[in-house]
């Protein structure tokens, strides 16, 4: 067992799996030599060689539609996007392609790849560097969509990935790439996509979240207390295909639900939360169901920034309020 | 060096026979063996008396809209027949004769085209990728599969399609340019059919050739004949050559033209003329290739007479038999997105099911 960032379990299970199976590759912008501008990949290039970790041209349809190709004839790719805020000139690739290719050639051609990138805000970036874009993913058939939280999901769901045979979509909150450090085992293990995991139980509220937020989430409980708040909460961890069997039966236990994003409010995966819980456990509720997100909003500029980002202490005054309502 | 002898800025144009089937350039002509060129000649063929019947089925309102190949075969089939079994197409939507020449059934390509996703299942060992339609997003699948074949040092040649229209697009460049910055195998063949549906190829670029581009991604481009399948052959030998030498890609123009519409939605009268047509008529590429058969003594027109005969029979007997068994299944709608279903989509499958179940009757 060592202790490791979010960053570093990424670096660790990219390592493992490379060593494992000589068919995954990990390439992208500054991905081989430098390691990437977070250093996420940093010294896999100095392992593996420059035909398994390499730098790509500035050019994210090439990095993901040669992913489609690299996924069809043999290998394995992990492809870094720089930025999520950058993917669109690639976004072709992933809604016309990624996602269809098992069902368009009818199971010939699966595509076992996985899709990284840094997401959110909150670091005081530059403009397009601080999107919140999960909508954009979970909307597309065929995609999955996964956001760790914790070093430990990290690894386990990069595992998970890197072995699915389908195409997988990372999300890395930036914001904690070097929050904190938790223990992650050294052997090989997956985190189920597609399967929440309830952090916390309680029986008063059912506070939802995941990525960066889960981390404001769990300083808004602790700041919660002393208060007489039973407070359950569910790190959704994946996105895509989404585990509403989790989220349905926590809600019908407690009567109410609080989801926080960072995503805008407006067709966020909140929304699909909440049509999931109405559809599950609509008796059961005691008061309306609670989105905490940012506005509907470009992201500001990093002056503005604190306007736009929810955190431990809005979504405590809303975790209150919702547990309170008669 | 073959490919310096043609300089694109000069546009200099690559071809072996002219339009009549003759050879015009002996030194270059490629020595193919009878078998070979009887293939590629039938396969023209049944591309064209395919393609010839499908539009006739499309206005009786048996077909969908597709993509008629007519005046490309020789562009398609030079290349195909280059290739060995173990390298991959990687089409654009009108390489119909290419997919033929390469493995793809009739059946398959009507059933694409007749709206069934099975048609894209090709046979065990068929390396193609299926029918391309988002312009220009193939170039990068080709790259990719071109790395793969290079890192797993598996000895495969890639040959991508697109058309004049897609240079324009991004990901033509991002592609190409990926293919040059790895030096990978692969091979890409701009058919310059003259127009992207209405607009003409002058509205595409200010560049003079489409092969000249190559230049700024330090690969070789050349100039081809397009309706000249010896052309189309020799040219992609010599392509083959440098990809399997570990040498890099090839960019290739093939200067040709649709004889049909662009979609069968199309109508072409309004935007070019019958004199043009007539004129490209003369330089037909399949009559080409019969000529030069006829004058090796390898055809004649009993023989045409026959093969004609017997290819609009296979055409109709499997247009016949798509439109028995071309119907889909419920289950394939469903079962295809994912290797393993997620809950919810066999919840969703479960309701609808339910659903028919419920309102039968009603």
Do not use: C
């Amino acid at each position: 067992m060592a202790t490791m960032t979010l960053l570093g379990a990424i670096n660790h299970t990219l390592e493992q799996q490379m060593e494992k199976d000589e068919t995954v590759v990990v390439y992208g912008e500054d991905a081989g030599f430098e390691g990437g501008v977070f250093r996420v990949t940093a010294g896999l290039q100095k392992k593996f060689g420059k035909d398994r970790v390499f730098d790509t041209p500035i050019a994210e349809a090439a990095i993901l539609g040669s992913g489609v190709g690299m996924a069809i004839n043999g290998l394995r790719p992990v492809a870094e996007l720089q930025f999520s805020g950058f993917m669109f000139p690639g976004y072709n690739q992933i809604a016309t392609h990624i996602a269809r290719m098992r069902n368009r050639s009818r199971g010939k051609y699966s595509l076992p790849m996985v899709i990284r990138m840094p997401y959110g805000g909150g670091v005081r970036a530059l403009e397009h560097h601080s999107e919140s874009l999960e909508t954009l993913f979970a909307h597309i058939p065929g995609l999955k969509l996964v956001i760790p939280s914790t070093p430990y999901d990290a690894k386990g769901l990069l595992t998970a990935a890197i072995k699915d045979n389908d195409p997988v979509v990372y999300f890395e909150p930036k914001k904690i790439y070097r929050a904190f450090k938790q223990e992650v085992p050294e052997e090989e293990y997956e985190v189920e996509i597609g399967k929440a995991r309830v952090v916390k139980e309680g029986s008063d509220v059912t506070v939802v979240s995941w990525g960066a937020m889960m981390r404001e989430t769990l300083k808004a409980v602790e700041s919660l207390k002393d208060e007489d708040i039973s407070i359950e909460v569910i790190d959704l961890r994946t996105i895509a295909p989404m585990d509403s069997e989790t989220v349905v039966e926590s809600v019908k236990k407690t009567g109410r639900f609080l989801v926080a994003h960072e995503a805008v409010k407006t067709l966020g995966i909140g929304a699909e939360l909440i049509s999931r819980v109405n559809e599950g456990a609509f008796f059961h509720l005691e008061a309306q169901p609670v989105r905490v997100t940012s506005p509907d909003i470009t992201v500001p500029l990093p002056k503005g920034e604190h306007h736009f980002m929810i955190d431990a202490k809005r979504i405590a005054h809303e975790i209150k309020k919702l547990a309170n309502f008669e | 060096m073959f490919f310096e002898k043609y300089d694109p800025l000069k546009k200099e144009m690559f071809s072996v026979l002219d339009k009549d089937g003759k050879v015009i350039n002996k030194e270059e002509e490629p020595d193919i063996d009878n078998d070979t060129l009887l293939h590629m000649y039938k396969t023209m063929v049944l591309a064209r008396v395919a393609d010839i019947k499908a539009l006739q089925y499309q206005r009786q309102g048996r077909m969908l809209t597709f993509a008629p190949v007519q005046g490309q075969e020789a562009a398609q089939i030079g290349p195909m027949a280059a290739s060995d079994k173990k390298d991959w197409l990687v089409p654009a939507f009108r390489e119909a004769a290419a997919m033929l020449y390469k493995g793809a059934t009739l059946k398959q390509n009507y059933l694409y085209w007749f709206g069934n996703e099975r048609g894209s299942h090709f046979d065990e060992g068929v390396n193609i990728l299926p029918v391309n339609v988002p312009i220009g997003s193939q170039i990068n699948h080709a790259a990719g599969i071109a790395y793969a074949s290079k890192i797993l040092k598996k000895g495969e040649v890639v040959f991508t399609y697109i058309g004049d229209g897609g240079t324009s697009h991004g990901e033509f460049h991002e592609g190409v340019n990926f293919g040059g910055v790895y030096d990978l195998p692969m091979i890409t063949i701009i058919q310059n059919n003259q127009y992207a549906i209405s607009t003409p190829r002058a509205q595409a670029t200010k560049a003079d050739t489409l092969a000249q581009k190559a230049i700024a991604y330090g690969i070789p481009g050349i100039l081809v004949d397009g309706n000249d399948v010896l052309a189309m052959y020799r040219v992609s030998q010599e392509a083959l050559k440098r990809a399997r030498a570990g040498e890099g890609p090839t960019l290739i123009e093939a200067f040709t033209y649709r004889l049909g519409p662009h979609t069968t939605s199309d109508d072409p009268s309004i935007y070019r003329k019958d004199e043009e047509v007539e004129e490209w008529k003369q330089k037909d590429p399949v009559d080409r290739f019969r000529k030069y058969l006829t004058n090796k003594k390898l055809w004649n027109k009993d023989k045409e007479e026959a093969l004609q005969k017997e290819l609009k029979k296979v055409v109709a007997d499997t247009f016949k038999e798509v439109e028995k068994t071309g119907q889909y299944e419920l289950d394939e709608v469903y079962d295809y997105n994912y290797e393993t279903m997620p809950k919810d989509l066999k919840k969703q499958k479960e309701d609808y099911l339910n659903y028919l179940k419920e309102s039968e009757g009603e």
